[in-house]
Each structure stands twice: as structure tokens, then as C-alpha cells.
């Protein structure tokens, strides 16, 4: 079991300061390696919250998250900033490249703390490896702004997947993506790399057929379609 997350509750407190807003209701799922996984839900319904709590960019109010033998709500920040940049990937609708750096300088971001192998160019073999796999490898020197953007979403995921992640987290990552482009992208984050686990926020019931286990999050709790 990669992924556990046990009776997880989140709420936000209203303006008026004198009720809180559920958005997550003793919420229960898990996630095995290599499992593909989809979250729909309307806009509002607490999807990209429940993403931000396992990618330990925010805690839930109650509950208990498990990730690879970790309980994340008992690490300290640092133990969590190197899991965010060793043991997860995060891929949004918008890439988030930087445009005054090439694809190969965007795509070793992440390398950059582990300095070792970066300097002995183990993470730009890599890096090369993996653009060859999404077919960009002719690409590597061109700057964000002359890619397209199913270009430019591929990239975002060899950036995702350069530090041998175990969990991909995507959140909406063809919300701006034509169909054709969205289904090859979604081809590419199941398959690119095997053992790794992938969840899915997506509005496209298409796509989320195409994952593993589908869920639609529904008055706080994930209710399973399959």
C-alpha cells in the first residue's frame, strides 16, 4: 500500500467567523503502487484540497495520511519538503515553466537540491531519457514559448517524474488541452513510467475512465464508480 488515507475531515471557517465550511467528510481511500486513480467532481467539491492534503501542501482538520511508511501529519516541515521533492510529483492544468529557461533547464529543477547527482550528470542522462520517451528529445534547447501545448504539458511531466517519484498527483493537467492532446497526455502519465502511482483530477469523464479506479468526490466523501 502506497497511499492510505484513513477518516480525513477537513473545514474552513466562513467569513462571519460563526460556522465552519465542510469540504471533506471523514474521507477514506487508498492507493497501491502502480495504481492509476481519478477524482471528478464539480467545481468547489474539495478536489484539489484533498490532492493539497496528500502532496502535504496543507493538513486536514482530523484524520491520518499514510504515504510509503510515512505518517505525514507527524513529520516535521523539512522531512516533508524532501518528500514533496523526492516522493511526489505535482502536474497542474497550467505548466509552470519558467520561460527564460530552456526545456532541459525547466525539466532539472527539481535535481537541483541533490547535488551529487547532479554534478556527476546522472539527472541529465535522465532528463534526456525521459524527453526521448515523450518524444520532445529534439526539443530539449527550445524555450517554453516555442512549444505548443500539449508540448509544453509533456515537458511538465518529465519534470514531475525526473526524481524517480512513486506518486504522480495531476490536477487538471488537460483542463487546457484539446481532446486529442488530453488523451495522449493521459496515455503518457499511465504508462510512461511503470510502478509509479498516479492520482487524477479531471473534469472529463473520458479520462477518468481511463484510470485504474474512478471516484467521484460527492458532500465531502469519494464514492467509488466502478
Do not use: W
Not at 10 to 29: E, Q, R, W, Y
Amino acid at each position: 500500500m502506497l497511499l492510505e488515507l484513513n477518516n480525513i475531515s477537513k473545514s474552513f471557517d466562513t467569513p462571519s467567523g460563526v460556522n465552519s465550511l465542510t469540504i471533506l467528510d471523514n474521507l477514506s481511500f487508498r492507493v497501491d503502487e502502480g495504481e492509476s486513480v481519478s477524482i471528478v467532481g464539480p467545481s468547489g467539491s474539495g478536489k484539489s484540497t484533498l490532492l493539497n492534503i496528500i502532496g502535504t501542501l496543507d493538513k486536514p482538520t482530523s484524520g491520518e495520511v499514510l504515504f510509503n511508511g510515512h505518517d505525514l501529519l507527524k513529520c516535521d516541515q523539512n522531512t516533508l519538503a524532501e518528500i514533496r521533492n523526492k516522493e511526489i510529483g505535482f502536474i497542474f492544468q497550467l505548466h509552470h515553466l519558467l520561460p527564460q529557461c530552456t526545456v532541459i533547464e525547466n525539466v532539472l529543477i527539481p535535481t537541483l537540491a541533490d547535488k551529487i547527482k547532479y554534478d556527476n550528470g546522472e539527472q541529465i542522462q535522465r532528463a534526456k531519457t525521459l524527453l526521448e520517451k515523450v518524444g520532445l528529445q529534439d526539443r530539449s534547447d527550445y524555450f517554453p514559448g516555442q512549444l505548443s501545448g500539449g508540448e509544453l504539458q509533456r515537458v511538465a511531466v518529465v519534470r514531475a517524474l525526473i526524481n524517480n517519484p512513486k506518486l504522480i498527483l495531476a490536477d487538471e493537467p488537460t483542463g487546457s488541452l484539446d481532446n486529442k492532446s488530453s488523451l495522449l497526455l493521459t496515455d503518457l502519465l499511465k504508462h510512461i513510467e511503470k510502478k509509479v502511482s498516479l492520482v487524477m483530477v479531471t473534469h472529463s469523464t473520458e479520462i477518468a475512465s481511463l484510470m485504474d479506479k474512478k471516484y467521484s468526490l460527492e458532500n465531502g466523501q469519494l464514492i467509488s464508480e466502478d
